[in-house]
T-cell receptor
Framework: EDQVTQSPEALRLQEGESSSLNCSYTVSGLRGLFWYRQDPGKGPEFLFT???AGEEKEKERLKATLTKKESFLHITAPKPEDSATYLC????????????FGRGTSLIVHP | DVKVTQSSRYLVKRTGEKVFLECVQDMDHENMFWYRQDPGLGLRLIYFSYDVKMKEKGDIPEGYSVSREKKERFSLILESASTNQTSMYLC???????????FGPGTRLTVL
């Protein structure tokens, strides 16, 4: 069973159609949760780190939130340039500091 | 800005060849990582290093080795390349244990 599950696997939106991506995790304690954006053929690019339930971070049209068992990446009024794969990674407290990555959500925003 | 560079963007090798993938970071980061990324499987950790000359196995180390002789450079070695090692290889670095990772642009390796 995967420790980090992202849903949906793929999402198609119209420009301006807001939505949310989900990252759920099953680690017993959370040290940190990271969101990355990956464009085709490139390496992932860091977006946010969240550490505790209730925390929120924002950047342009993106807002990341965290609860005890999941994180959401909210995309408000997306534009075609927001099209990318969004990856979530979780660090477990008390264990190795190496983050476990989810398989990602592929987002396509149509003009 | 942190910069992580990888020696090649695309590489084509033959089965049985020894392959070297080089990664260099310019921000004095302690930790460096090698991942491979395959469709449907996500990012899988091959090896990581938390200090010069130190290395630890990740989830899929078989068929690979690494070298970290200098802090800024982390090399991935495929001792005898096989077709199932065809993949996108990503290098990353991080300042400390709790910090975000910075990724290189990736090397797309094809083994024929």
């Amino acid at each position: 069973e995967d420790q980090v599950t992202q849903s949906p696997e793929a999402l198609r939106l119209q420009e301006g159609e807001s939505s949310s991506l989900n990252c759920s995790y099953t680690v017993s304690g959370l040290r940190g949760l990271f969101w990355y954006r990956q464009d085709p053929g490139k390496g992932p690019e860091f977006l946010f780190t969240l550490y505790s339930a209730g925390e929120e971070k924002e950047k342009e049209r993106l807002k990341a939130t965290l609860t005890k068992k999941e994180s959401f990446l909210h995309i408000t009024a997306p534009k075609p340039e927001d099209s990318a794969t969004y990856l979530c990674a979780v660090q477990e407290s008390g264990g190795s500091y190496i983050p476990t990555f989810g398989r990602g959500t592929s987002l396509i925003v149509h003009p | 800005d942190v910069k992580v560079t990888q020696s090649s963007r695309y590489l084509v090798k033959r089965t049985g060849e020894k392959v070297f993938l080089e990664c260099v970071q310019d921000m004095d980061h302690e930790n460096m990582f090698w991942y491979r990324q395959d469709p449907g499987l996500g990012l899988r950790l091959i090896y990581f290093s938390y200090d010069v000359k130190m290395k630890e196995k990740g989830d899929i180390p078989e068929g690979y080795s690494v070298s970290r002789e200098k802090k800024e450079r982390f090399s991935l070695i495929l001792e005898s390349a096989s077709t199932n090692q065809t993949s996108m290889y990503l290098c990353a670095s991080s300042l400390g244990a709790n910090n975000e990772q910075f990724f290189g642009p990736g090397t797309r390796l094809t083994v024929l």
